[in-house]
């Protein structure tokens, strides 16, 4: 599998495991938590060669 692809797959997967786990959260707590990840993630990306 090439790189991009695993990195959008496992994208996917934490978007659907995180709204799994914050399902009981409200919805503003849950876009900031959301948004973090995501600048995680993109921040982890950077750093690859």
Known sequence: MEG????????VFIFFEL??????QSQN???IFFNQKMKEISSIEKKRP
């Not at 991009?4 to 496992?10: A, F, G, N, Q, T």
């Not at 709204?19 to 009981?24: F, I, K, L, S, T």
């Open 4 to 11: 991009s692809d695993c990195i959008k797959e496992k994208r």
């Open 19 to 24: 709204q799994r786990r914050v399902a009981h």
């Open 29 to 31: 707590q849950r876009s």
